[in-house]
């Protein structure tokens, strides 16, 4: 675990334009995006380009973290972001080319895109499309880890709100998930 301490000291230094430091905190922040990356593409080396592309992209907007929430808030939205993402890209290469699964397969455990979890990702799409605005909070807290009153905080929005979003993903997500089997 990252000593929070140390994390803002680093952060702090980071977006004051030290180098070492901003290597220091993306080699302490790898571990934790690569986990947070993992619960969406259970492929390592998925969830490592995944995770690739999330560290980018936190050094590269490291200046728009205000120090308002959490960091490590912030760092798993930009994770869930980038391993969404990673999937649509990996979607799209595998329709591109006109992958199929062999016959027999469970399309819900087995995946012609290396490593992910079709049955959540397209539950996820699913979500996205019908309630644009649940899915936010659903995965911060049931993908990324992050406590209510976190997400609350990632989002923006009052905690009874969050803690509403979450419950209404998740029946959305049990159901269609059910009529998957």
Same mark, same amino acid.
């Given at each position: 675990?990252?000593?929070?301490?140390?994390?803002?000291?680093?952060?702090?230094?980071?977006?004051?334009?030290?180098?070492?430091?901003?290597?220091?905190?993306?080699?302490?922040?790898?571990?934790?995006?690569?986990?947070?990356?993992? #619960?969406?593409?259970?492929?390592?080396?998925?969830?490592?380009?995944? *995770?690739?592309?999330?560290?980018? %992209?936190? $050094?590269?907007?490291?200046?728009?973290?205000?120090?308002?929430? %959490?960091?490590?808030?912030?760092?798993?939205?930009?994770?869930?972001?980038?391993?969404?993402?990673?999937?649509?890209?990996?979607?799209?290469?595998?329709?591109?080319?006109?992958?199929?699964?062999?016959?027999?397969?469970?399309?819900?455990?087995? %995946?012609?895109?290396?490593?992910?979890?079709?049955?959540?990702?397209? $539950?996820?799409?699913?979500?996205?499309?019908?309630?644009? *605005?649940?899915?936010? %909070?659903?995965?911060?807290?049931?993908?990324?880890?992050?406590?209510?009153?976190?997400?609350?905080?990632?989002?923006? *929005?009052?905690?009874?709100?969050?803690?509403?979003?979450?419950?209404?993903?998740? #029946?959305?997500?049990?159901? #269609?998930? *059910?009529?998957? #089997?």
């Amino acid at each position: 675990m990252i000593d929070e301490d140390e994390l803002t000291r680093l952060v702090a230094c980071a977006q004051a334009g030290d180098r070492a430091s901003l290597e220091r905190l993306l080699t302490r922040l790898r571990p934790t995006v690569v986990r947070r990356c993992s #619960r969406f593409l259970p492929h390592h080396a998925d969830a490592e380009e995944a *995770a690739q592309d999330a560290l980018l %992209s936190i $050094s590269t907007h490291l200046h728009d973290y205000s120090g308002r929430g %959490s960091f490590l808030g912030w760092v798993t939205v930009i994770a869930s972001n980038a391993a969404r993402s990673t999937y649509r890209s990996m979607r799209r290469r595998a329709e591109d080319s006109h992958a199929f699964l062999p016959e027999g397969a469970d399309p819900r455990t087995t %995946s012609v895109i290396a490593g992910t979890r079709l049955d959540l990702m397209d $539950s996820l799409t699913a979500l996205e499309k019908r309630h644009p *605005a649940l899915v936010e %909070s659903f995965v911060l807290r049931d993908l990324g880890d992050l406590t209510y009153a976190q997400v609350a905080e990632a989002t923006n *929005a009052p905690l009874g709100t969050v803690k509403d979003r979450i419950h209404q993903a998740r #029946r959305f997500m049990r159901d #269609r998930l *059910a009529d998957d #089997r």
